[in-house]
C-alpha cells in the first residue's frame, strides 16, 4: 500500500496514546506525535515517532502538527489530569481545535476516542464532551471514525497491584454489569482504524463479549490466581461531581457496549476471562 503521509498521534505521551503509537510503527506507518511544550517526548523518541511540538489549546501549532498528516487519531483527555496540563477545557476547546484544525487540512481520516454511551449522558460532563467533538466532526465533513470503549480494566491498578493486596477496591455497585476494555486492545484498534474500510461517520461501541460485574472481576481473578481476592466497595461521594455522575450512570445499567459492529470491524471482541488473564499477567501473577 503507498504510504500516504505520517499519522498525527494527539495523546501519545498517555497510557493509551503511547500503546497506539507503538502500534502504527509495528504496523509500518510514519507517526508523528503532539506533545506540549517542556512534556518528555523521549520515550516516543525512542520508539520511532516524530515530534510536533504543540497544544491542543493553540490552533497555529495544530496547524503546524497537520501539515503533510494523512490521518488523525485522538486519546487526548484533560478531564483525567493524568499529566500536567489537562484540563477539562482541552475537552471543549482543545477538541473543537483540534476538529476545526483537521477541517482545513483535509486530514483523510480522523479517529476519535470517545466514550461508550455518551449521547446518552448530558449529566456526565466528560462523556456529553466526546459526543460535542462526534457533533463537530460530522458538522464540517470530516471523515471521521469514533470508537467507543467502555472503563479501562487497568484503573483498577492505577494505584498499586489490588491482587497482590487481595483486595479489589470499587466505587459503584458490586451487581450491575458494566462493559469494560483493555487499553492494549483498544490500541490496536485505533490503529488498526485508520484504514479499516466501511466505517466513515461510524461511532463503534468496544467492549468484551459481555458485560460484567466487579464481583465477577474479583471471582474470575480468585479462580486463576487460586486465592480469594475480596471486592471493597468505597463510598462514590469520596469523588469529584464529574466522577459521582459517573458512577450514578453505571449504576443505571446502560453502561453496556453492543459490539456487534466492533466484531464486524475487528473480529471477535475478547472473552472476559481472557482480558482479566492479561491483567493478571501484565501485573506479573502466575495463573493456574
Known sequence: MT????????????????????????????VRALVRPGSDAG????????IARGDMMDPESLAHAMDGVDAVITSAAGYTHHREGDTPVTDTVGNINLVDEAS????????????????QTPEVPH???????EDRLEELG???????PGA???????????????????FGSSSVPLTYVLA???????????????????????GWDRPVTMQDIADISSRMLGRQIELVLNPINQMGPDFQAMMEWFGTGRYVADTSLQREVFGPPPTAENAVARLLTSLGHKLL
Open 104 to 119: 482545513r487540512a483535509g486530514i483523510r481520516r480522523f479517529v476519535l476516542t470517545s466514550i461508550l454511551t455518551c449521547d
Open 142 to 148: 470530516v471523515p471521521f471514525v469514533a470508537l467507543r
Open 152 to 170: 479501562f480494566l487497568e484503573q483498577i491498578a492505577r494505584f498499586g497491584d489490588p491482587f497482590s493486596e487481595g483486595r479489589l477496591r470499587w
Open 43 to 50: 520515550r516516543l523518541e525512542q520508539l520511532g515517532a516524530t
Open 127 to 133: 462523556f456529553w464532551h466526546k459526543k460535542l467533538t
Open 3 to 30: 504510504d500516504r503521509g505520517p499519522v498525527l498521534v494527539v495523546g501519545g505521551t498517555g497510557m493509551l496514546g503511547s500503546q497506539v503509537v507503538s502500534r502504527l510503527l509495528a504496523g509500518g506507518k510514519q
Open 184 to 206: 492494549s486492545d483498544l490500541a490496536g484498534y485505533l490503529a488498526a482504524a485508520v484504514d479499516a474500510s466501511g466505517v466513515e461517520r461510524q461511532r463503534i461501541d468496544i
